[in-house]
Nanobody
């Protein structure tokens, strides 16, 4: 069974940075891509960023372009989300996801989520 375990969430002030990690484990784990989504209180879950395992190609939501960077470590089956210049509007539970094309909704595995709180 494939598992995704996120870490790195916490409470920061606006303008500060956080780095989230997502470790994938399980039998013969290999998906086409990994991604980060987030869900703010009272809102629907939204796509944040994705990275392809093989090529390293990335794609971002407009709201985080230039501030967030997704990367992967193929050897460790780990994906990272570097979040800089955080804003109160970035407050949400951040979920790691794996699938064929997460930015198009093709997700097969979800992590349990990690809370990011940005104070003003």
């Amino acid at each position: 069974q494939v598992q995704l375990v996120e870490s790195g969430g916490g409470l920061v002030q606006a303008g500060e940075s956080l780095r989230l990690s997502c470790a994938a484990s399980g039998r013969t784990f290999r998906s086409n891509a990994m991604a980060w989504f987030r869900q703010a209180p009272g809102k629907e879950r939204e796509f944040v960023a994705t990275v392809r395992w093989s090529s390293g190609s990335t794609y971002y939501a407009d709201s985080v372009k230039g501030r967030f960077t997704i990367s992967r470590d193929n050897a460790e089956n780990t994906v990272f989300l570097q979040m800089n210049n955080l804003r109160p509007g970035d407050t949400a539970v951040y979920y790691c996801a794996a699938g064929a094309a997460p930015e198009r909704g093709y997700v097969t595995v979800w992590g349990q989520g990690t809370l990011v709180t940005v104070s003003s």
